[in-house]
């Protein structure tokens, strides 16, 4: 029993011992590339995850200080209000006629 006879491949031994170093050589390439790829893309997750949780901590934060302008705005209409509407603006100009 030969080589030939015990593969069962019909192309001549020739040819298949340069295709196989070849194809496993693609295969290895294609491997990689995927490899790099996957790796490539968790970076990226890593930092957009990064990026939201950052966005997310800073949207909270603004959040919350909200209620405390939006009291303390509140507080200022209410002053308003008690004194008979809106607070004039001062200016220079009404200063000096005030004065005369």
Not at 13 to 22: A, D, E, V, W
Not at 45 to 56: C, G, H, N, V, Y
Request: with cysteine; charged share 35%; net charge positive.
């Amino acid at each position: 029993m030969s080589i030939a006879e015990a593969l069962p491949y019909r192309s001549p031994i020739s040819k298949l011992l340069r295709f196989f170093p070849r194809s496993r050589d693609k295969w290895k390439a294609k491997c990689m590339a995927a490899k790099r790829e996957n790796k490539s893309l968790k970076y990226c997750l890593a930092k957009m995850t990064e990026s939201r949780d950052r966005w997310k901590a800073e949207v909270r934060a603004l959040r919350q200080s909200i209620p405390e302008e939006a009291g303390s705005a509140e507080a200022e209409t209410k002053n308003r209000v008690a004194h008979g509407g809106r607070r004039r603006r001062q200016s220079a100009r009404s200063g000096v006629a005030a004065a005369r």
